[in-house]
């Protein structure tokens, strides 16, 4: 038997969850990571995306076997996993070598705030800790209620741009989109938020975004830091509400771009509350 084939008979007389579902797992994005973490199923990790920085101990702990586009499908192989977690199409080509490797792979391609949840559910369930994984889902999604509840007070709605590359101007992706949305920022480019594809989010022409005139504007460049003082010397910007009035964020990518907890919790908190010091000065 190898190690990819469950013993039926130690199944047959575990007490607990912990002998079901796979129990190598390697992820190839980080918020799997971060979530099997939360739900206490660390220990089945055996390879992680060398982006991973959530949590922190991740990269300490784990080896680093891919990045996003590309991955190490020999070292990969090696670790002999049971379930490979990747996530959307972009994934598509690494996911195809390791299936032709006789490897499981799942792949989630969530792309909005009940997506993600939905993910959430999946793979808490994949581990046998359903149950907590939907009380931890349940904390997220009261705390969000509240945060839904206090914006709907705001007497006013600031305009949000919120900037994903800056060259070419790509705006956001759709659980970003209704997050702000729920931190009470209203996007100034809903129109786009629907399209998965970052090269369906570019804004072509930057006078669009100044005619658009957000209040805020929040960075989160993929990766590479946010420059405030980039974005305000932009030609023609200087008559943007953002830029004058020094509304002009970073949110890193690991707290919003990732599909997963941290977007439900740091990444929307963050947002919410520079929407209520926005408001509260414009009251």
């Not at 797992?25 to 990790?45: A, D, K, M, N, S």
């Not at 359903?130 to 006013?156: D, F, T």
Request: net charge neutral; aromatic share 8%.
């Amino acid at each position: 038997m190898t190690n990819r084939e469950f013993d039926w008979r130690t199944l047959a007389t575990s007490q607990g969850t912990s002998a079901y579902g796979p129990q190598r797992i390697v992820c190839l994005t980080e918020e799997p990571t971060e979530w099997l973490y939360l739900l206490g199923e660390e220990r089945r990790i055996v390879g992680i995306s060398g982006y991973t920085v959530r949590p922190p101990r991740a990269r300490e702990e784990k080896p680093k076997v891919s990045a996003f586009l590309n991955a190490k499908i020999d070292k990969i192989v090696d670790l002999k996993p049971d379930c490979v977690i990747g996530f959307s199409d972009l994934q598509a080509d690494i996911a195809s070598q390791l299936v032709k490797k006789g490897i499981q792979v799942t792949i989630f391609n969530q792309r909005s705030v009940a997506e993600i949840f939905s993910m959430m559910y999946q793979l808490a369930a994949m581990v046998g800790q359903e149950a907590r994984g939907r009380a931890l889902m349940r904390g997220m999604q009261q705390r969000l209620l509240a945060i839904e509840q206090a914006a709907a007070n705001l007497k006013r709605r600031p305009r949000v741009f919120f900037e994903e590359w800056y060259d070419p101007h790509i705006s956001a992706i759709a659980w970003v989109s209704e997050l702000m949305g729920i931190a009470g920022g209203d996007d100034c480019f809903p129109e786009l938020a629907s399209q998965p594809m970052g090269k369906d989010r570019i804004i072509a022409d930057g006078s669009e975004i100044v005619r658009r005139n957000p209040d805020i504007i929040f960075g989160s460049w993929c990766g590479r830091k946010f420059r405030p003082e980039h974005v305000s010397a932009r030609t023609g910007w200087e008559d943007v509400n953002a830029v004058k009035n020094r509304q002009l964020f970073e949110i890193k990518s690991a707290e919003i771009l990732q599909p997963g907890p941290a977007a439900l919790t740091e990444g929307v908190e963050q947002i919410h509350r520079l929407v209520m010091q926005w408001s509260q000065a414009h009251a």
